[in-house]
């Protein structure tokens, strides 16, 4: 007999569960709030079905991948044949080499929390890793997963892979059809996500999307988005440029020393960025040298910039409810993280943020003032500091 804890705010869940030997057995979790969970395991796919009430509902939680090497999982599909976007998992400080079952073993009996990361532009799941292990060993209750967005890492395998439209939304309906085999949904759904530069607007949506519509897959919205340093309005014209310069380049690249000197040199590329760049590639073979991102990808996806009305995502997530429906959707608080260093960060932005009405009940603003856009390699330390603060008062 197995008992496992979960907490989902003031409530504590207790489950008691009887586990049968032989394969293909049902598993029974009984809950102190007259819940009753089935889960019936085979080799390809296991089943969770809640029932409540008139109404059963139906979550797929993952088999053991084989799409796996070091801790992270290449991108495949789920139950329903929709894309699911690659990832890794980040536990108690490390990344982990446990399998799928192994890891929602640890989120539905061990009652941990679980954020997701997503990446910036033309980035990888690998550049939150830092921040993510470091969160998780001082916030050992929190599990991180990481995601490589479509078109980024590892959800690249197939440029086609991902249907078009590449925007916010498609990339949101990607984590909601990543979670749902993973089994986190409803009550074990992330209760944070985190997001940087173009992650963060990701992130937004998504909480939006949670936060505002029918939620056919169960996924619950988080109880807190923490945006690092994504700018409301249209990309920065940099953007722009480095996307041009990486267009204009052949390939197979001859060397990662050849992309860095080039885009110095003749794209009048900042030295950090280039190098930076040189690390979004991948051997092919025959010292072949591509890019690990989809480049028509990318340029569709800040083509969305400008079309996502930031603040007003904001003010509907946030903005308190007398509906009750409302309020359980709503009970979300958003936490924007800003680059002291970023002069993108105009007054009148601020303004316009601070003149939400939920500005400091549940939309905080944070100024990491030593640091860039890349707030969580300038200030790691500050932007743990706040992070940890904002989740052990969720």
Same mark, same amino acid.
């Given at each position: 007999? =197995?008992?496992?804890?979960?907490?989902?705010?003031?409530?504590?869940? =207790?489950?008691? =569960?009887?586990?049968?030997?032989?394969?293909?057995?049902?598993?029974?979790?009984?809950?102190?709030?007259?819940?009753?969970?089935?889960?019936?395991?085979?080799?390809?796919?296991?089943?969770?079905?809640?029932?409540?009430?008139?109404?059963?509902?139906?979550?797929?939680?993952?088999?053991?991948?084989?799409?796996?090497?070091?801790?992270?999982?290449?991108?495949?599909?789920?139950?329903?044949?929709?894309?699911?976007?690659?990832?890794?998992?980040?536990?108690?400080?490390?990344?982990?080499?446990?399998?799928?079952?192994?890891?929602?073993?640890?989120?539905?009996?061990?009652?941990?929390?679980?954020?997701?990361?997503?990446?910036?532009?033309?980035?990888?799941?690998?550049?939150?890793?830092?921040?993510?292990?470091?969160?998780?060993?001082?916030?050992?209750?929190?599990?991180?997963?990481?995601?490589?967005?479509?078109?980024?890492?590892?959800?690249?395998?197939?440029?086609?892979?991902?249907?078009?439209?590449?925007?916010?939304?498609?990339?949101?309906?990607?984590?909601?059809?990543?979670?749902?085999?993973?089994?986190?949904?409803?009550?074990?759904?992330?209760?944070?996500?985190?997001?940087?530069?173009?992650?963060?607007?990701?992130?937004?949506?998504?909480?939006?999307?949670?936060?505002?519509?029918?939620?056919?897959?169960?996924?619950?919205?988080?109880?807190?988005?923490?945006?690092?340093?994504?700018?409301?309005?249209?990309?920065?014209?940099?953007?722009?440029?480095?996307?041009?310069?990486?267009?204009?380049?052949?390939?197979?690249?001859?060397?990662?020393?050849?992309?860095?000197?080039?885009?110095?040199?003749?794209?009048?590329?900042?030295?950090?960025?280039?190098?930076?760049?040189?690390?979004?590639?991948?051997?092919?073979?025959?010292?072949?040298?591509?890019?690990?991102?989809?480049?028509?990808?990318?340029?569709?996806?800040?083509?969305?910039?400008?079309?996502?009305?930031?603040?007003?995502?904001?003010?509907?997530?946030?903005?308190?409810?007398?509906?009750?429906?409302?309020?359980?959707?709503?009970?979300?608080?958003?936490?924007?993280?800003?680059?002291?260093?970023?002069?993108?960060?105009?007054?009148?932005?601020?303004?316009?943020?601070?003149?939400?009405?939920?500005?400091?009940?549940?939309?905080?603003?944070?100024?990491?003032?030593?640091?860039?856009?890349?707030?969580?390699?300038?200030?790691?330390?500050?932007?743990?500091?706040?992070?940890?603060?904002?989740?052990?008062?969720?």
């Amino acid at each position: 007999m =197995i008992t496992a804890t979960r907490t989902t705010g003031m409530m504590r869940n =207790i489950c008691v =569960i009887r586990r049968s030997v032989a394969k293909g057995c049902e598993l029974t979790a009984t809950i102190s709030n007259n819940r009753k969970f089935t889960s019936v395991s085979s080799q390809t796919k296991h089943m969770l079905i809640r029932r409540n009430c008139n109404t059963t509902t139906t979550y797929y939680t993952s088999p053991v991948s084989k799409h796996y090497s070091r801790g992270r999982r290449y991108a495949s599909s789920n139950v329903n044949n929709k894309p699911t976007l690659a990832y890794e998992w980040i536990i108690d400080g490390k990344q982990s080499k446990l399998n799928d079952d192994e890891i929602i073993k640890c989120v539905h009996e061990d009652g941990k929390d679980v954020i997701v990361f997503l990446h910036g532009l033309l980035g990888n799941a690998k550049n939150l890793r830092t921040p993510a292990k470091k969160l998780t060993q001082v916030l050992p209750n929190y599990n991180a997963l990481l995601l490589d967005i479509r078109g980024h890492g590892n959800s690249t395998s197939d440029p086609s892979y991902f249907e078009q439209p590449h925007t916010f939304s498609s990339c949101v309906e990607d984590i909601k059809d990543t979670l749902q085999p993973l089994g986190l949904t409803g009550m074990y759904s992330p209760t944070a996500i985190c997001g940087h530069s173009l992650g963060g607007r990701i992130a937004l949506q998504y909480s939006h999307v949670l936060c505002t519509t029918d939620n056919t897959q169960q996924i619950e919205a988080p109880r807190q988005t923490w945006i690092l340093d994504s700018v409301p309005g249209k990309a920065d014209p940099s953007v722009h440029g480095v996307l041009n310069a990486i267009s204009s380049l052949p390939t197979p690249i001859p060397s990662k020393t050849w992309l860095i000197d080039t885009l110095v040199k003749e794209h009048k590329m900042n030295k950090a960025i280039a190098q930076w760049i040189a690390t979004n590639l991948r051997d092919n073979g025959d010292d072949a040298l591509d890019w690990i991102f989809v480049l028509h990808i990318a340029n569709e996806l800040v083509q969305n910039f400008s079309n996502q009305d930031f603040t007003e995502m904001i003010h509907d997530i946030t903005h308190p409810s007398s509906n009750d429906d409302d309020m359980k959707r709503n009970n979300s608080t958003i936490q924007l993280v800003m680059a002291g260093k970023n002069k993108s960060w105009s007054e009148d932005i601020i303004q316009e943020l601070e003149s939400i009405p939920s500005f400091r009940y549940r939309l905080h603003l944070h100024t990491l003032n030593k640091a860039g856009h890349w707030v969580h390699v300038d200030d790691p330390e500050g932007l743990l500091k706040v992070m940890v603060e904002g989740l052990e008062h969720q």
